[in-house]
């Protein structure tokens, strides 16, 4: 009998690996997909991975930690996007990377369970060169691996009731940099600026240069709990942008928006700027003093 226990699950594949055996015939292909397989393989093990399996293109592992998964999943980009016999008409050749921290099944060399299908579902949404990971992962990872990764989406795996928040985890520090503002080398002619939040008898201030970033929404995982039948389990972030804060909805039913100048937005899957003062609603339409809505306040 197998026996349960958490574990962070990763798959890493070859992209485009049918496309290479047609291009380049059978034995270039497979030695260059060897070469793949094997730079996951060390990237596993270098970072105590346990490799499950390899099949064909793929590779299968298992870590303890979070930490050590991501540390793996950015050597194994690193090596393979700078191997010099990685190349095909001048581009090279790409692997992507998905992984989950769940529940799973031990039996002999094997594990099962619905965690292993949402780690290769993070897989399946990953493009070339993307590391592709789940909030639950993100929940164990340390506070450097949450400076390079950017919420993306949530989504209900095949089989699963609930939503699941996927994340790409960026493992080239320029990339990070310019992809992330809120991360970025600051300037000393910035100027500070802040955002107050308040919900209930709740209060957060985020500031560009200390907190730049608070995830809201129904689950007990986010920064701002918020109740409510409308409301997703990660409904919408506030992140720090240029000189402005974003509003970024990742929710089912949206996110609207209500300024102090009685300007109305509405955000669904997209970002939208706060500026001044107003109030949020998840869901549905704010009304001031109802359970469900947040105040905002911009200052500098």
Known sequence: MGRDRELVILFADVVGSTRLFELLGDERARDMVTTCVALMRRGCEAHEGRVIKTMGDEVMATFERSDDALDAAAQMQTEISAHPDLQVDGQHVAIRVGAHYGPVVNEERDVFGAAVHTANRMTSQAKAGQIIVTDALMKHASGEWHEMARMLDVSVPRGQQGEVGVYEVLWQRGEATSMLPAIATLTEQHRSFHIR????????????????????????????VVKGNLVSRLHARIEAGKNRFMLMDQSTNGSFVQTAKGEDAFVRRD??????????????????????????SCEE
């Open 197 to 224: 939040l308040r919900y209930g008898d709740k209060e957060i201030v985020l500031d560009d240069r200390l907190r730049p970033s608070v995830t809201i929404g129904r689950g007990e995982e986010n920064d701002l």
């Open 271 to 296: 970002s939208l700027p706060l500026s001044g003062k107003g109030i949020i609603g998840l869901g549905r339409v704010p009304e001031p003093d109802s359970y469900h809505t947040i105040e905002y």
